[in-house]
């Protein structure tokens, strides 16, 4: 994983225990209004990025870039050798794709006809391809983009795939960066806090936009057993429903969300008190956190397991985002920590729940991971220890 | 996987009169130049004028074609919308995109911006439904569709009884002009596309989505399933994945009655299927279909309605042949399909 918290899992480890922020100053996004926003930016220029994967190709846009750093260290933890004869997959998710550099060249290649070479890293699947190309991954790749749960949908249809005995194994997650395009994008919306974002704060504004790659790979019990491995978590519920109530905002019910976290449980065989942790979808906008902790309560009660959003570390990863929160749900299932959710003074009224604030010691064996995107797309895991 | 998918109902707006029920290519629609135009339906037959407003070029093709393939299919609703898109709503992508760069970051207004998320059809969709159950999209240019076939097959394996599936592309203007600046348009339309004597794709666009279904209900034809190769390296490593996809579905090349190529008119990007046409031409018919719909990321979805309904009328159109191969009975059709020389798949069709 490669984020505003570091350029590898340690990294990220180590400022998560920490509760240090990656969200900061604009150093890296060309923007007019770099001076005003607070970003989650990975602290690597374009030309780092292409030194620490040993890579200067040109062709490269950032989207790239990211997906590649990640998804080569989460192949090289899992210690796996792609050349052992077993069916191995990509399955990447992005929104901005090669947006990143289409926005700075369009206005030239419409105007003189230059760098036209950039029309071809424009689409959503170049990034997957650039990914599975420096892994060598050949039996499998395809891309999803549902919005802010994209990620959460590569982890499920990772999971099914192994099931359906079409992969032995897949490499799921997301990538996004950041661009003029999305940032301009959620500043129309207004839905963007100039200052750090406060999720399931009563005072929240809006969220901080992030950039990160994300990867975890999963594999079958058969072959996790045959090459003698050690896995690190289990996914043991996954759901995916849609909202159906509009083309941006979550219903103020949480239907979809409270289907989604339903059926991920139903799946996992676990009762709701079994949860020990829930990495909250929490993205600091007054609608999500409303909908989010409505369809918490629709599905807790009164017996709301610890929870916390990690949006106000990293910021919002768009496509990554379930990517980041799915390796960070693993840090708290391996380091049975829970990371706390930064930037909150003050419950919200409606539901008065309050995240873990404080770095905090406690027994995790079952996670719940949640995703909600624009289009509805509402997505969870259920993540348990080994 | 061992389930079938029956196709209960299809819908397809196309560069040719295919919203039209009786049509089966009498006539055809040639190319403007070096790109194809969909010929777009009076959308409010299909959607709510209101809704109709806000949407996006690709949003009304999908939305429509959806409409049309849940209607013919006479569903109430689905267990799932899985659509497939490798560009996007890209006229609003380039609108938002242009309106950045041109006013400097600034007045810019979030419709274009909320059209142009990759999901906005599927969700779109999902909204005029009231569907509010498993909702993908997969962006992954030529297997963009290809992934949606595959997902639906997992889903009824899964237990899910009717499945609506769609590919979706458009072009803009300028993006047209950006592929013939970039040289990648074929203008030369004195030769036929499997004659391999050309360079260079001729965009198209459309949009054909189905439901298919676990059930036979009504089906002319069903998905036996799908294979999928990625960037083979050379013509037996391409092959080897057909013929293992065959083996799978216990049939091979040869025991196939009707076989479609993707063929581009690229002769760099057809390669592997050019040279796996004389093969495929000594027992089966032959044909071909992106002169019909052009070459765009889900051109697979309007080959699958081209199949389905070749199945129905148990007639190969003219303009669709390549060989002279009789054939008494369509039982069953090969899809080989490839994008821009990276991506092919093949999907197999069999009457009901």
């Not at chain 1, 699947?125 to 650039?130: L, V």
């Not at chain 2, 689905?78 to 497939?84: C, E, F, K, L, W």
């Not at chain 2, 419709?111 to 569907?131: D, R």
């Amino acid at each position: 994983m490669i984020s505003a918290i570091g350029n590898n899992v340690q990294e990220a480890y180590v400022n998560l225990s920490n509760a240090k922020s990656g969200i900061g100053k604009v150093n890296y996004l060309t923007t007019r209004y770099k001076d005003e926003y607070v970003l989650g930016e990975v602290k690597l220029s374009n030309e780092q990025l292409m030194d620490l994967i040993g890579d200067h190709s040109p062709a490269l846009n950032r989207t790239s870039l990211l997906g590649i750093a990640a998804a080569k260290e989460a192949l090289k933890h899992s210690g796996i050798d792609l050349k052992d004869g077993m069916r191995t997959g990509l399955i990447s998710s992005t929104t901005v794709a090669g947006m990143c550099k289409t926005e700075l060249f369009y206005g030239e290649m419409v105007s003189d006809g230059k760098h036209l070479e950039v029309l071809d890293a424009h689409d959503c699947g170049e990034s997957t391809e650039e990914i599975a190309d420096h892994l060598g991954v050949k039996d499998f790749v395809t891309t999803i983009s549902t919005a802010c749960s994209s990620a959460a949908n590569a982890v499920m249809l990772g999971c099914r795939m192994i099931k359906h005995g079409m992969l032995d194994r897949a490499i799921v997650g997301g990538v996004d960066s950041l661009s003029k395009f999305t940032f301009n994008g959620f500043n129309t919306l207004m839905i963007l806090d100039k200052e750090w974002c406060k999720p399931f704060d009563e005072n929240r504004k809006g969220l901080n936009l992030g950039e990160a790659g994300a990867f975890i790979v999963i594999e079958s019990e058969a072959a996790l057993k045959k090459r003698k491995g050690k896995a690190l978590a289990k996914v043991i519920g996954y759901a995916n429903s849609n909202d159906a109530y509009h083309q941006t905002a979550s219903s103020p019910d949480g239907i979809g969300a409270t289907t989604a976290i339903k059926q991920a449980l139903e799946m996992s065989g676990l009762s709701p008190a079994q949860i020990d942790y829930i990495n909250m979808h929490g993205t600091g906008t007054p609608n999500n956190d409303q909908s989010e902790s409505k369809a918490t309560v629709n599905v807790f009660g009164n017996a709301i397991p610890k929870f916390s959003s990690t949006k106000a570390y990293t910021g919002h990863t768009l496509a990554a985002a379930a990517g980041v929160e799915a390796v960070i749900s693993v840090l708290s299932l391996q380091n049975n920590k829970i990371f706390p959710n930064l930037n909150f003074t003050t419950p919200i009224s409606e539901f008065g729940l309050v995240p873990v604030t404080k770095v905090t010691d406690a027994t995790i064996n079952n996670v719940l991971s949640n995703s909600f995107g624009f289009g509805g797309n509402c997505s969870s895991l259920v993540l348990s220890k080994v | 996987m061992g389930k079938k998918a029956y196709i209960i109902g299809s819908g397809c707006i196309s560069p040719q009169n295919s919203t039209d029920p009786n049509y089966f290519f009498e006539t055809v629609n040639g190319p403007d130049t070096d790109h194809f135009n969909a010929v777009e339906p009076s959308y409010k037959e299909h959607i709510n004028p209101n809704m109709l407003r806000r949407m996006g070029r690709a949003i009304k093709m999908g939305a429509s074609a959806a409409r049309m393939a849940v209607t013919e299919a006479g569903v109430e609703n689905v267990d799932a919308i899985i659509s497939g898109t490798g560009l996007g709503c890209f006229e609003d992508s380039e609108k938002f995109l242009l309106a950045i760069i041109n006013n400097d970051e600034q007045f810019l207004t979030p419709t274009s911006f909320i059209q142009s998320t990759h999901n906005t059809v599927g969700s779109q969709v999902a909204l005029i439904m009231q569907c509010k159950q498993y909702n993908y999209t997969y962006v992954h240019r030529g297997f963009s569709f290809d992934s949606c076939v595959m997902d639906a097959l997992m889903s009824i394996e899964e237990g899910k009884k009717n499945i609506l599936i769609g590919g979706i592309e458009e072009h803009t203007p300028i993006y047209i002009e950006l592929y013939r600046k970039a040289k990648k348009l074929n203008a030369d339309n004195s030769h036929k596309y499997y004659e391999g004597k050309t360079k260079g794709m001729q965009m198209g666009e459309g949009s054909a989505f189905f439901v298919v279904s676990d059930e036979k209900k009504n089906a002319v034809s069903a998905i036996e399933g799908i294979g999928v190769a990625y960037k083979p390296e050379s013509t037996e490593e391409f092959t080897e994945k057909l013929n293992s996809f065959l083996k799978s579905k216990n049939t091979d090349l040869g025991k196939t009655d009707l076989v479609l190529f993707g063929i581009s008119g690229d002769k760099d990007h057809d390669k592997y299927l050019l040279e796996t046409l004389p093969l495929a031409s000594k027992n089966s018919a032959t044909g071909y279909f992106k002169h019909l719909c052009g070459d765009h990321h889900t051109a697979g979805s309007f080959a699958m309605w081209l199949a389905n309904k070749i199945i129905e009328k148990q007639r190969i159109p003219d303009a669709v042949k390549i060989n002279a191969v009789p054939k008494e009975k369509i039982n069953s059709v090969l899809i080989i399909n490839g994008y821009i020389g990276i991506n092919y798949s093949f999907t197999l069709l069999t009457k009901c």
